[in-house]
């Protein structure tokens, strides 16, 4: 079974605090994003990456940063988290040569800043 | 860019069938996604469709009408594990990410 992981499933963190979320699939996925989900607005895109190095601004990137360093780990990083970025985060993965749209998600993490 | 409208809410009696549609807007098309998640949960894929016709996989169905930017997600036998919030997602270009409705939140009542 593909299985992404993320460090953390809670975290509350101060105004201004640098914040590390990180995310691991053991599937050997080419494709790796990060999402933000809100009451009512669904999943919002905030980075993506098809390659190791490589990373792609999604729709919602402001504020953020993220490393993909190895394949297999995707690394979302609030550089001075503000409160309107508390939020549930979520990772996911995905093969270019698996079934088409397959998403595989990890847990969660639900981020407050306060 | 792309938009997705789904309904906010649906109710559906245990047992029963509901639909859930979705409508989108796209620049391009290659395909519609259907996703499950239950509250505290993660996402799980479902379905997807990238052309006309009815998909069927167990008590679930997804159906595509690329001439009309619409389809929608068929549960058969409700049950009320179902209970969850449905998303549909669509890729308007074939190395672009998928951009997600905003969610159905179906609730199954006895």
């Known amino acids: 079974d593909v299985k992404v992981t993320q460090s953390s499933r809670y975290l509350v963190k101060r105004t201004g605090e640098k914040v590390f979320l990180e995310c691991v699939q053991d599937?050997?996925?080419?494709?790796m994003f990060w999402y933000r989900q809100d009451p009512g607005l669904g999943l919002r895109l905030i980075y993506f990456?098809?390659?190791?190095?490589?990373?792609e601004k999604g729709d919602i990137p402001e504020g953020y940063s993220v490393s993909r360093e190895k394949k297999e780990r995707f690394s979302l990083i609030l550089e001075s988290a503000s409160t309107n970025q508390t939020s549930m985060y979520l990772c996911?993965?995905?093969?270019?040569?698996?079934?088409?749209?397959?998403?595989?998600f990890g847990p969660g993490t639900r981020l407050t800043v306060l | 860019g792309q938009s997705l409208e789904q309904p906010s809410e649906v109710t559906a009696v245990e047992g029963a069938i509901v639909q859930i549609n979705c409508t989108y807007q796209?620049?391009?098309?290659?395909?519609l996604s259907w996703y499950q998640q239950h509250d505290g949960g993660a996402p799980t894929f479902l379905s997807y469709n990238a052309l006309d016709g009815l998909e069927e996989t167990g008590r679930f169905s997804s159906f595509l009408s690329r001439s009309d930017s619409y389809g929608y997600l068929l549960l058969q036998e409700l049950q009320m594990k179902d209970s969850a919030s449905y998303f549909c997602?669509?890729?308007?270009?074939?190395?672009?990410?998928?951009?997600f409705g905003k969610g159905t939140r179906l609730s199954v009542i006895a």
């Open positions: 796209t620049s391009g098309f290659y395909g």
């Open positions: 990456s098809y390659d190791v190095k490589m990373k």
């Open positions: 599937m050997d996925h080419e494709n």
């Open positions: 997602a669509v890729r308007d270009k074939g190395n672009t990410p998928l951009v």
């Open positions: 996911a993965s995905s093969s270019t040569s698996g079934r088409a749209d397959e998403q595989f």
